[in-house]
T-cell receptor
Framework: NAGVTQTPKFRVLKTGQSMTLLCAQD?????MYWYRQDPGMGLRLIHYSVGEGTTAKGEVPDGYNVSRLKKQNFLLGLESAAPSQTSVYFCASTRGTAGEQYFGPGTRLTVT | AQKITQTQPGMFVQEKEAVTLDCTYDTSDQSYGLFWYKQPSSGEMIFLIYQGSYDEQNATEGRYSLNFQKARKSANLVISASQLGDSAMYFCAMRGTHNTDKLIFGTGTRLQVFP
């Protein structure tokens, strides 16, 4: 039982490049989330999904897109990376009945 | 709008002593949940404890307890008998009632336990 996994763990991008972060969970959770963590600002919600095929915007969605084609996977895309997107990205999931959120190990992204 | 406030950027505590990490929240929801997460230097987010707004008793999990004062809108984390391994960032978070289970996080408190 791997829980929540994230790929990759580290990435360096040049401004304007694109990439996709993959989040996978094996707990059959309905709800999944993408957060970003910046120094001194805690975690902020980027996008979330309450079920396969559905996504919604969170607090800081600009510059990101997401897809939930399969229940176990939640993808976060950056179409044209900017230095302001340098951050640590966390994926989380929950069964959706007010349980705790389970977090992945994080992806450290640097945009130069 | 919901908001979590953690006013202590950093705290120090001696090993084996108890420490309280403050958290206040703001919400207009009647039903909500409050969480505490620990983030060690390795970076992962570790769930510690949960308190529901309708729970009559304060939550406890081993050495962790949540001092829930609903009228004051505070949900302080108490760590008893601190250990060196408790040194980490601690985040308070709140979930509202909009059927999305979204969490709003505070800015965190860095706890350092010294011998």
């Amino acid at each position: 039982n791997a829980g929540v996994t994230q790929t990759p763990k580290f990435r360096v991008l040049k401004t304007g490049q694109s990439m996709t972060l993959l989040c996978a969970q094996d707990m059959n959770h309905e709800y999944m989330y993408w957060y970003r963590q910046d120094p001194g600002m805690g975690l902020r919600l980027i996008h979330y999904s309450v079920g396969e095929g559905t996504t919604a915007k969170g607090e800081v969605p600009d510059g990101y897109n997401v897809s939930r084609l399969k229940k176990q996977n939640f993808l976060l895309g950056l179409e044209s990376a900017a230095p302001s997107q340098t951050s640590v990205y966390f994926c989380a999931s929950t069964r959706g009945t007010a349980g705790e959120q389970y977090f992945g190990p994080g992806t450290r992204l640097t945009v130069t | 709008a919901q908001k979590i406030t953690q006013t202590q950027p950093g705290m120090f505590v001696q090993e084996k002593e108890a420490v309280t990490l403050d958290c206040t929240y703001d919400t207009s929801d009647q039903s909500y949940g409050l969480f505490w997460y620990k983030q060690p230097s390795s970076g992962e987010m570790i769930f510690l404890i949960y308190q529901g707004s309708y729970d009559e008793q304060n939550a406890t999990e081993g050495r962790y307890s949540l001092n829930f004062q609903k009228a004051r809108k505070s949900a302080n984390l108490v760590i008893s008998a601190s250990q060196l391994g408790d040194s980490a960032m601690y985040f308070c978070a709140m979930r509202g009632t909009h059927n999305t289970d979204k969490l709003i996080f505070g800015t965190g408190t860095r706890l350092q336990v010294f011998p």
